[in-house]
Nanobody, 123 residues
Framework: VQLQASGGGLVQAGGSLRLSCAASGRTFSNYVMGWFRQAPGKEREFVAAISRSGAHTWYADSVKGRFTISRDNAKNTVYLQMNSLKPEDTAVYYC?????????????????WGQGTQVTVSS
């Protein structure tokens, strides 16, 4: 499956952005989808994940209550709504797809990756 992330940009602290990740090539609903981020000089970290049907979600503690992951299987797209953004949310955000059915938070658990979209939050 090919993944294309979009929607990043520059926003002031307290603002919002919605990231999208469009999938092509395989049956989208067969994949658990995740969002990760990587700040300069830091390791890539888990942000959020969603089950194949969308019924189950999981969030990193750092974004819980501010970010919402969702998916539209008819449109082959997963979203990340980011509210109340903080400067520490600044990073390149990646979407990823996992072929197995359970949600995991480690990067090694995901089989396909998008190219990343930059999110910059100014103070």
């Amino acid at each position: 499956v090919q993944l294309q992330a979009s929607g990043g940009g520059l926003v002031q602290a307290g603002g919002s952005l919605r990231l999208s990740c469009a999938a092509s090539g395989r049956t989208f609903s067969n994949y658990v989808m995740g969002w990760f981020r990587q700040a300069p000089g830091k390791e890539r970290e888990f942000v959020a994940a969603i089950s194949r049907s969308g019924a189950h979600t999981w969030y990193a503690d750092s974004v819980k209550g501010r970010f919402t992951i969702s998916r539209d299987n008819a449109k082959n797209t997963v979203y990340l709504q980011m509210n109340s953004l903080k400067p520490e949310d600044t990073a390149v955000y990646y979407c990823a797809a996992r072929t197995q059915s359970n949600i995991v938070v480690g990067t090694t658990g995901y089989d396909y990756w998008g190219q990343g979209t930059q999110v910059t939050v100014s103070s």
